[in-house]
């Protein structure tokens, strides 16, 4: 019973559905109509990458070593002098797989055989079972990435959706996780519901056609499970903050991507998505800092990072179990996580908006939220703010702004990385009607474990939704 995964990357559930109702996807239309359209949340970074891993690990990505695309490395274990830092932008994407916990088990360890492609993910996969990972390749996306040739992603989508398929229909995988880029590519350079990105996502539709296709021809479909999923969603950037400047023009040594060689800096401010940002302070401190030890020296900081007209949110973490959530004209309040319950304490005001929670678990949490502008937010900030590589403050994007306004090959007229319900709700299209309700993306792996027959392992973040 085959399990095939395509992740739609960057494609919003509502931008998918009007594409479907308007007759563009029939493939996918046909699939909702027999299984089933759910939306579900992503999590906190929304951000390519880090929101691979509830897919393929079934955990937040933050506790297991995937904070964001860029980050700091205050122990000074993964990454090297003299900058220490890590981006997953460019050939640093090679230590994903090394910098993850290597007590989460991937699914690509548990169901053999497997093939991953454009996975950033892919522990657990033998050479055989990469696509999208050798040289030739790496230097045609890196060629298609800095020129900004958005029509060239388009064109890998499509050779790498009939490599998908063809070996799918010769090898007979048990699981298949394929990344197809083109809807995130296109909505970054044109908008998220520009032309060219119903281009893309006729992409995803063809390469579902062929997988059904061969998959009735051969009379495995009945035993195939297909799914459409995506990893975060978009909203438009008028304005682009340059986050790493205005850091500086406060009087602070930064070192931020690309510009990472700095001397004595005192400040790293690691940019994803680009609408989050993990600040760094006490950058000589091997172990992390936690918020009220550093009142008295960064206070002003803080209070400049709520001022900026950039900035919904900032995260300020007080320990593990703790973090404290400011914003600018409504006031700051506490998330806080214990044996499984969540709280959400308004102090000065009520940032997200929802009002008290108290001791709640997580699909309460999460049922308590999924309206707001800010859908699983406790849950997503508990688990980030508390992961071992976060920053000591945490930074979530006012509407139409983003973090970085230097050094993108392609301005970004739309983008992602915040808690807003614009990129945290995202589709998940099955062929085959669910029994239970699906909640967030960690739900996929455990969920894909059950299909395949095979047992879910303890500790997840995710529940079977079959």
């Known amino acids: 019973m085959p399990v095939i995964i395509l992740v739609a990357d960057g494609a919003r559930p509502d931008t998918l559905a009007a594409a479907m109702d308007g007759g563009a996807l029939p493939a996918l239309a046909r699939l909702r109509a027999e299984g089933g359209a759910h939306v579900v949340t992503s999590t906190f970074p929304s951000v390519t990458g880090p929101a691979y891993a509830p897919f393929l690990l079934g955990r937040y990505p933050g506790p297991i070593g995937l904070p964001a695309l860029r980050w700091y490395d205050r122990t ?7 900058h220490y830092t890590r981006s997953y932008v460019g050939h640093e994407m090679r230590h994903v797989d090394g910098d993850l916990d290597p007590d989460s088990p991937t699914i690509f360890e548990l ?40 029509r060239g992603w388009l064109a890998m989508d499509r050779q790498m959706g009939r490599d998908v398929a063809r070996r799918v229909r ?40 062929e997988l059904r296709a061969d998959a009735e021809h051969g009379a495995w479909w009945a035993e195939t499970h297909l799914w459409i999923v995506s990893d975060h969603g978009h909203s438009p950037v008028k304005s682009h903050d340059d986050l790493a400047a205005g850091v500086e023009a406060l009087g602070h040594r930064v070192i931020a991507h690309p510009l990472i060689f700095r001397r004595r800096p005192d400040v790293a401010v690691m940019v994803s998505g680009n609408a989050m940002a993990h600040l760094y302070v006490e950058l000589g401190q091997r172990q992390r800092p936690w918020w009220p030890a550093l009142a008295d020296r960064w206070s002003g900081l803080a209070a400049a990072m709520v001022a900026r007209e950039s900035v919904d949110l900032v995260l300020l973490p007080h320990g593990p179990l703790r973090c404290e959530v400011r914003a600018r004209d409504r006031g700051n309040a506490f998330v806080e ?17 929802i009002g008290e929670l108290r001791d709640m678990n997580g699909d309460a949490a999460y049922e308590a939220t999924i309206d707001s502008d800010y859908p699983d937010s406790v849950v997503q ?25 230097r050094f993108e090959p392609i301005p970004h007229f739309s983008s992602h990385g915040a808690l807003h319900r614009e990129h945290m709700l995202v589709p998940l299209i099955t062929n085959r009607p669910v ?32």
């Open 435 to 466: 029994t239970r309700r699906p909640r967030r993306t960690v739900d996929v792996m455990p969920s894909a474990l059950a299909a395949l027959g095979l047992p879910i392992p303890s500790g997840l973040d995710g529940q079977s939704f079959l």
């Open 170 to 209: 010769e090898e007979r995988p048990r699981f298949v996780f394929a990344a197809l880029t083109g809807v995130d590519k296109t909505s970054h350079a044109e908008g998220h519901d520009d032309g060219l990105v119903r281009d893309a996502m006729r992409i995803v539709d063809q390469v579902a056609a």
């Open 381 to 405: 900030i508990a688990h980030l703010a508390g992961a071992a590589r976060s920053g000591e403050m945490i930074l979530s994007a006012a509407r139409d702004w983003d973090f970085r306004a």
């Open 111 to 150: 169901a053999r055989p497997a093939i991953g492609a454009l996975s950033v993910i892919g522990r657990g996969l033998p050479a055989g079972g990469r696509m999208g990972t050798g040289i030739g390749f790496a230097l045609r996306a890196a060629r298609t990435h800095f020129t900004g040739d958005v």
């Open 76 to 82: 000074r274990t993964h990454t090297s002098f003299p």
């Open 337 to 353: 996580h214990a044996a499984g319950f969540y709280r959400y304490l308004p102090d000065s005001g009520d940032p997200l908006g």
